[in-house]
């Protein structure tokens, strides 16, 4: 438990390291014909696109698990027994 609070420790550090150290170099955003942003710093544009693929992995994912609970549900409706009372016969 203490061995990834510390890793996220240590990322949160490298990560401020480089949006403290990299400001300088600016870059030019298009968002959609016609909106464009100046000026954004390069560091906060790659951030911003981690957090947006993660939360995208994120929603995806979950989508997914509650396809695959729908589908245990209903399988363990059309199964005539459960597998916990299987187990018990065997024994």
């Known amino acids: 438990m203490y061995f990834r609070l510390i890793l996220w420790i240590i990322g949160i550090i490298l990560i401020t390291f480089f949006i403290i150290f990299n400001v300088e170099p600016r870059v030019k955003v298009f968002l959609l014909p016609g909106i464009i942003l100046e000026n954004i710093p390069l560091s906060l544009v790659i951030i911003i696109s981690i957090i947006l693929g993660f939360l995208l992995g994120l929603l995806l ?25 299987e187990n018990k016969t065997k024994n």
């Open 61 to 85: 994912g979950f989508f997914k698990v509650i396809t695959l609970q729908r589908k245990i549900k209903k399988l363990e409706k059309t199964t005539p027994f459960s597998l916990s009372t």
